[in-house]
């Protein structure tokens, strides 16, 4: 069993694949909270809920009833077919953490397929999780884009960085790249040292970095200081092109 928040099929607004069409498949639950971003939420009963821009898929007190329980990977299949997307189509899964669903027997069945149905998968993670490429090898033909935190998510160090677990998706998955998310306030020493201790950890992997924020004025807010700090650092811009486009609209 596992829950899924939403779906919808769009273009990939962030990192490596920008612009690709894609479907997004957004599960249920994370394993932190991030009140550091800041954004605000109503939940259905009415209470104010800070989190990140996605708290209403983290958040499962407050959100949970919203959320649909999927108990067999064909419930999934289903959607995907809904779609009748075109071949080129990738596949995002995303959370929330999807990959607090890595071991889950309905999520590796459908990761199966979809890989054995010719998609490209990618899965938006946090790389706190960890990922079990013996037991589940489905998993190395798959992307992973390792939203690593920074101290910005206000997550104690110890939770949000995890090389036990993103130092073997760097090696086994076919893919992967760090994105890190950069608020113009929190540029300095501190992140340019952060950064290059968790980059150390995979130094072969490229580096994205993006505007922080939910709505299209925060990230505007911030982009030119993320637009410097590349440009110092040597690292690639991603933009949040569905944030950019759409704004603080769910489900594009
Ligand atoms: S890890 Fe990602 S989904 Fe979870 S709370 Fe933080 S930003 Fe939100």
Redesign the pocket.
Known sequence: MLYLVEHFYSIQGEGRYTGRPSLFFRFGG?????EG?GCRETAPDGAAVT?????Y??DRAHFGTRWLCIEHRDELITILKSYDLPEGADIVMT???PLIYADNAVFVAFVEYLVASGRRVTFET?G?MPVNFERFPVYRQCIFAL?V?LAN?G?PFAR?VRPAAFVPIAAHAKESFFKF?IDRDSIGENMEHEIDGITAYAPQLEVFCMPMGGSRADIEANTEAVVGFCKARGYTYSDRLHIRIWDKNKGV
């Open positions: 994370c394993n932190m909270r991030c971003f989190g990140c821009d996605t708290v898929a983290v959370g929330g953490e946090n706190a939203s935190k998510s997550e949000r998310t």
